[in-house]
């Protein structure tokens, strides 16, 4: 089983997406904080990391460049509702994914299944 550690600082979204992706066979490890997720997990247990972009006190960007900074391997997904996501997939020079709000949870499923590939 795939693990993925999610992080998003909406609970309804963190919560609905968790049980998405549980009932698609994924192993989930959610927090509403990513200093709650770097304070608390070891990066290297995951198989992909999944952030919002826009949160309090560490946006999604900063936080997946302290995870890499522990797993320089780490795939990543980052999702937001910003219209920043074209620019910031322009200039990325990891191989990091995007996403932009809203999105069908089909969409994610099929984005997570290829980067996991």
């Excluded at 927090?31 to 309090?56: C, G, H, Q, R």
């Excluded at 946006?59 to 391997?73: H, T, V």
């Excluded at 990325?92 to 994914?97: A, H, I, L, R, V």
């Amino acid at each position: 089983m795939r693990k993925i550690l999610l992080v998003d600082d909406e609970p309804t979204v963190l919560k609905l997406t968790t049980m998405i992706l549980e009932r698609q066979n994924f192993e989930i490890t959610s927090f509403d904080s990513p200093l709650k997720a770097l304070e608390a997990t070891d990066p290297n247990d995951y198989d992909l990391i999944i952030s919002d972009l826009v949160m309090p006190k560490l946006n999604g960007l900063k936080f997946l460049k302290e995870i890499r900074n522990q797993a320089p391997d780490s795939k990543a997904i980052i999702i937001s509702a910003s219209a920043d996501i074209a620019r910031l997939q322009e200039t990325d020079e990891t191989d990091t994914q995007y996403l932009s709000k809203p999105f069908k949870f089909d969409e994610l499923v099929d984005l997570i299944n290829s980067v996991l590939e």
